[in-house]
Nanobody
Framework: VQLQASGGGLVQTGGSLRLSCAASGLTLRDGSIAWFRQAPGKEREAVSGIRRTSGTPHYAEAVKGRFTISRDNAKNILYLQMNNLKPEDTAVYYC????????????????????WGQGTQVTVSS
């Protein structure tokens, strides 16, 4: 399984970015997929996840109302649309996944995800 994240960059406060995660070896519709992020000196934290089959999204409180997770089943790509970005969103963003069906109480746990992408840097300037 390979997860290839892209789309990061430098943006001003209030700006937008769309991250992509192209998957191979794993059909996203058949897996639980999520975005995590890690800021310098901090632990990796869950940002958003999407449930297997149903596509039900989950969001961390810090990004609710600003970020939208989606997947393109035909292209097997996961997206994270990030709007109204803030300096505290600055981090390396990783896509992660598993073939298991994660639920609302488990999608955010890092060790539940078996596959990880290489990360893409998002920097929000103030």
């Amino acid at each position: 399984v390979q997860l290839q994240a892209s789309g990061g960059g430098l943006v001003q406060t209030g700006g937008s970015l769309r991250l992509s995660c192209a998957a191979s070896g794993l059909t996203l519709r058949d897996g639980s997929i999520a975005w995590f992020r890690q800021a310098p000196g901090k632990e990796r934290e869950a940002v958003s996840g999407i449930r297997r089959t149903s596509g039900t999204p989950h969001y961390a409180e810090a990004v609710k109302g600003r970020f939208t997770i989606s997947r393109d089943n035909a292209k097997n790509i996961l997206y994270l649309q990030m709007n109204n970005l803030k300096p505290e969103d600055t981090a390396v963003y990783y896509c992660a996944g598993t073939r298991r069906g994660l639920i609302a109480s488990s999608w955010h746990i890092r060790t539940n995800h078996d596959y990880w992408g290489q990360g893409t840097q998002v920097t929000v300037s103030s």
